[in-house]
């Protein structure tokens, strides 16, 4: 008589590569728009320059939801979008232009990257994220690199006070706006998040509009192009990959992803500026990134093994 085939126990289900594909994608678009900010903000005010990079965003994302025809968020996501939308879209954006003014970019950099932390505890109370050892050791090394490459790039006597609470304002707001929009993603699209959130954020900056028409007058048109840019890429397209991502994953695990932002800022500038980097600074780089893929890692899981059918030997006693 012959024996049955051994039984396999289940395998677990592929994991799709195109979260860690819009992960990417933000992370690089969002380094780049440092570089942005930093050529645009010679000709616009931190509020002018929110509200004409939110207004660009809106316009793109509005002419993406007709295309696709997607409505309105349904009435239960629209708390996590207008806290979202008002605090990251809108608030973070003019703190850390306002701030980024104040400070030197090395400063500006260490002070925000206290927010994955803060979205890792706010995550881990409020949304039961779990903090697995390679998640909490991933964000160690990466917020080691930012320290490095903050401390490398501050320059004597750059900071103020004034900087430096905005800077931090700035993190607080966009920890807090990430953990409102995870659980409005459970209830509406990336795409729907993103939009109305950005809108709610264009809407909060309005009192700048003054501003923003009395100065792109008198701007050149590399900088309004940097703004446009900041509004079409940066946020329309790198908000909505991120929502996609979040809504895929914890809070606190995409928090992480961010620490390789001042990695990629360090090699933009370098390219797109000529601001060559020291060894300290591109050791700090090499740290933010080591410590993104350690947290983006996940334990080694075991081959599955057969199951023996009844009157079948062990396999590990087969002589």
């Given amino acids: 008589m012959t024996n049955p085939a051994p039984r396999s126990l289940p395998r677990a289900p592929a994991v799709s590569a195109l979260p860690a594909v819009a992960a990417v994608v933000t992370v690089v678009l969002w380094a780049s728009a440092f570089v942005a900010i930093r ?54 954006m003019v703190a850390l232009n306002w701030g980024e003014q104040q400070v030197d970019a090395g400063t500006a950099a260490l002070v925000v990257n206290v927010g994955p932390l803060l979205i890792a505890l706010l995550g881990a109370r409020l949304l039961g994220d779990p903090m697995p050892p390679r998640l909490l050791a991933g964000m160690a090394v990466s917020f080691a690199g930012a320290v490095t490459v903050g401390l490398s790039m501050a320059g004597g006597g750059g900071s103020s006070v004034l900087g430096v609470v905005l800077c931090l304002l700035a993190a607080v707001a966009y920890a807090a706006g990430v953990v409102s929009q995870k659980p409005a ?11 109305y959130g950005c809108l709610v954020g264009t809407v909060a900056t309005l009192p700048f509009a003054g501003q923003l ?58 390219l797109a500026l000529g601001e060559v980097p020291g060894p300290v600074t591109l050791a700090g780089g090499v740290l933010c990134l080591a410590g993104v893929a350690v947290s983006r890692s996940r334990a080694r899981t075991r081959a599955p093994r057969t199951v023996p059918t009844a009157g079948e030997p062990h396999p590990e006693r087969v002589p």
């Fill in 39 to 92: 050529s645009a903000g010679d000709s616009y005010s931190p509020g002018a320059l929110a509200l004409g990079r939110l207004f660009s965003g809106s316009v793109a994302l509005g002419l993406l939801c007709l295309v696709r025809r997607e409505g309105l968020p349904p009435r239960s996501a629209w708390r996590g979008v207008g806290i979202s939308g008002v605090l990251w879209f809108g608030f973070y």
């Fill in 185 to 195: 993603l459970a209830r509406a699209s990336a795409l729907q998040v993103t939009t």
């Fill in 213 to 270: 028409v009395h100065q792109v007058a008198g701007a050149p048109l590399s900088a309004t192009l940097d703004m446009v840019y900041l509004g079409i890429f940066p946020t329309a397209l790198a908000f909505t990959t991120w929502a996609y991502a979040l809504a895929r994953t914890t809070a606190s695990r995409m928090g992480a992803t961010t620490y390789a932002v001042p990695a990629l800022v360090v090699l933009m500038s370098w």
